[in-house]
């Protein structure tokens, strides 16, 4: 069974939390109703690096474009889609589609979050 884990970023402190959902969440956590704070899921993936990907993440990638030899870097934001039930990467520039399943991606990297680095997308 897969750990369910999530971060929150309070607006408040501005400071990322991680935690596991287990019997301390109802405790200890006022994530749930309160708007000062941010739940962000964990996705299950790791980057290339190791680095475990959450929800509000930016990451860096490098797509083949249409098979040819050379690479495009793009960034994009991990969110989920619940049309399509699943995590997808979210480039915000015309004429490139969202991204499903980033995983199988060549060279996802995290960068940053759009909490502690919004520069990282801003324009």
């Given at each position: 069974?897969?750990?369910?884990?999530?971060?929150?970023?309070?607006?408040k402190?501005?400071?990322?939390?991680?935690?596991a959902?287990?019997?301390?969440?109802?405790?200890?956590?006022?994530?749930?109703?309160?708007?000062?704070?941010?739940?962000?899921?964990?996705?299950?993936r790791?980057?290339?690096?190791?680095v475990?990907?959450?929800?509000?993440?930016?990451v860096?990638?490098?797509l083949?474009?249409?098979?040819?030899?050379?690479?495009?870097?793009?960034?994009?934001?991990?969110?989920?889609?619940?049309?399509?039930?699943g995590?997808?990467?979210?480039?915000?520039?015309?004429?490139?589609?969202?991204?499903?399943?980033?995983?199988?991606?060549?060279?996802?990297?995290?960068?940053?979050?759009?909490?502690?680095?919004p520069?990282?997308?801003?324009?």
């Amino acid at each position: 069974m897969r750990e369910i884990r999530f971060r929150i970023w309070s607006t408040k402190t501005k400071r990322m939390d991680h935690f596991a959902l287990d019997s301390r969440f109802d405790c200890e956590c006022g994530a749930f109703g309160n708007p000062k704070e941010v739940l962000m899921q964990y996705t299950g993936r790791p980057d290339k690096n190791g680095v475990e990907i959450y929800e509000g993440d930016i990451v860096k990638i490098n797509l083949m474009e249409n098979l040819n030899i050379f690479w495009v870097t793009i960034l994009g934001k991990i969110y989920w889609d619940e049309n399509k039930y699943g995590w997808m990467v979210n480039t915000g520039t015309d004429g490139q589609p969202n991204i499903r399943d980033f995983g199988y991606l060549y060279n996802c990297e995290v960068i940053g979050n759009i909490y502690e680095n919004p520069e990282l997308i801003e324009g």
